[in-house]
């Protein structure tokens, strides 16, 4: 059974750097399009980044608000993608999830595109 387990999140002062861990056991994710997301409460879920399976080339998507700062990278041999999150400012609190993409229609940021989820990692940043 597919199961996604993230780490990493923690409190960081504005401008420091977390890098988030999506670990997957049950399945590769080789072959699947992985995407971040974030809640905060009273807010929907919104897409930061995703990247693409290994057949399409690893490419990569970035929310507006995170292009610049955040890198997506997948390391094969670890079953596992991460997210390096650089600069980060009060507006990237948020509870921080990974999830498999299971449909190929609609955009990257669908929620309704992605079936299984981990429980998230709580990221804040607070001076």
């Known amino acids: 059974q597919l199961q996604l387990v993230e780490s990493g999140g923690g409190l960081v002062q504005p401008g420091g750097s977390l890098r988030l861990s999506c670990v997957a056991s049950?399945?590769?994710?080789?072959?699947?399009?992985v995407g971040w997301f974030r809640q905060v409460p009273g807010k929907e879920r919104e897409g930061v980044s995703c990247?693409?399976?290994?057949?399409?080339?690893?490419?990569?998507k970035y929310a507006d608000s995170v292009k610049g700062r955040f890198t997506i990278s997948r390391d094969k041999t670890k079953n596992t993608i991460y997210l390096q999150m650089n600069d980060l400012t009060f507006e990237d609190t948020a509870t921080y999830y990974c999830?498999?993409?299971?449909?190929?229609?609609?955009?990257?940021?669908?929620?309704?595109?992605?079936?299984?989820w981990g429980q998230g990692t709580q990221v804040t940043v607070s001076s």
């Open positions: 049950g399945i590769a994710l080789d072959y699947f399009t």
């Open positions: 990247i693409s399976g290994l057949g399409s080339g690893s490419n990569t």
């Open positions: 999830a498999r993409r299971i449909s190929f229609g609609g955009e990257w940021y669908d929620v309704q595109a992605y079936d299984f």
